[in-house]
């Protein structure tokens, strides 16, 4: 729920001058021209010194109608007098939000009371729905800027603190990774996270392209199956997909990561044998990351010149 409720009600509150009601002094031949009027079937009852006293139906003024030994005096029953069968819930203008949602799940407008229970208009349920589907759509529209924000401040972090990350975030990451589009739906795509540091050590020692393990607490192997995926053209672009994904998931996490090439494969094949890889998985790339030690500005450096429209 957004915003604070008082806010909410001076939103959503139609006043009491724009209200059709009705006072306790009418009588029921004047409520229903008042009603028939305004095309209402229900509307809020009031005393003479304006505050609610509760909801009078068409359903009250038939039912005193049926009750009567003689329908000639009926229309000059005062409406004080009519049996009502049920009031709307009233709601003051500074109760918890809480009451508002929950009062309109069984009603379809709320009077809305001030301090001294003087009624100062209605919120009816349309009234807010409406207001709440307006909500979302802007919220929605905060999530699209957020993650369009998060795609142009994503940078490349070279430098991490030694801090642990907890395995649920670090499964956060893997899952971007795994949601990545495939070819046909084929899914060859699997991750590896090399957390120890050993094992990180060993990986540095294969080769320098690996180096910046030594800095990272963390790093992720992306692997294509070749069997699953025999196209090679595909299997590279899923797995490139897996890995932006988790790069981006990173930055949001507010973590840091970088990507590593595995262009080599001579050098890639000497480090999945090092993780007992099966020789069916192809390596892709890498990303070491970890709790961020630097910040870097946005990237805007990006070249509208490189834009092209229905043609070259």
């Not at 229900?42 to 003689?70: A, H, K």
């Not at 069984?106 to 229970?117: E, V």
């Not at 963390?218 to 299997?235: C, I, K, M, Q, S």
Request: with cysteine; glycine share 6%.
């Amino acid at each position: 729920v957004m915003g604070d409720f008082s806010m909410n009600i001076i939103l959503l509150l139609t006043p009491k001058k724009q209200v059709t009601t009705v006072e306790e002094e009418m009588t029921v031949s004047e409520a229903l021209q008042v009603m028939n009027v305004s095309r209402y079937t229900s509307v809020p009852l009031l005393n003479s010194q304006g505050q609610y006293v509760g909801t009078i139906t068409e359903g009250d003024l038939l039912m005193s109608l049926l009750s009567q030994p003689s329908t000639k005096t009926w229309g000059k029953l005062p409406l004080k007098e009519i049996k009502r069968v049920r009031d709307n819930v009233p709601v003051k203008v500074n109760a918890p939000i809480d009451n508002i949602f929950i009062t309109l799940i069984n009603q379809n407008f709320i009077p809305i009371l001030d301090d001294r229970d003087v009624f100062i208009g209605i919120v009816k349920r349309s009234d807010l729905i409406n207001y709440y589907l307006e909500q979302y759509k802007e919220s929605k529209k905060d999530d699209a800027t957020t993650i369009l924000n998060n795609i142009k401040s994503r940078r490349s972090i070279r430098n991490w603190k030694d801090d642990e990350i907890d395995r649920s975030i670090i499964n956060e990451i893997i899952m971007a990774g795994l949601v990545a589009p495939s070819a046909m739906n084929r899914k060859p795509v699997h991750i590896m996270l090399v957390s120890r540091d050993e094992v990180r050590e060993e990986i540095v020692n294969c080769h320098r392209r690996f180096r910046l393990l030594e800095k990272a607490p963390y790093a992720l192997f992306v692997y294509g199956d070749t069997v699953a995926e025999p196209n090679e053209l595909h299997l590279n672009n899923n797995c490139s997909a897996a890995i932006q994904n988790m790069l981006l998931a990173i930055s949001a996490l507010g973590l840091g990561g970088v990507w590593i090439g595995a262009g080599d494969e001579a050098v890639s094949r000497e480090v999945s044998d090092l993780l007992n890889v099966p020789q069916v998985m192809k390596l892709y790339g890498a990303i070491a990351f970890g709790a961020k030690n630097e910040e870097k500005e946005p990237n805007e450096t990006f070249d509208l010149g490189k834009v092209h429209y229905e043609g070259w």
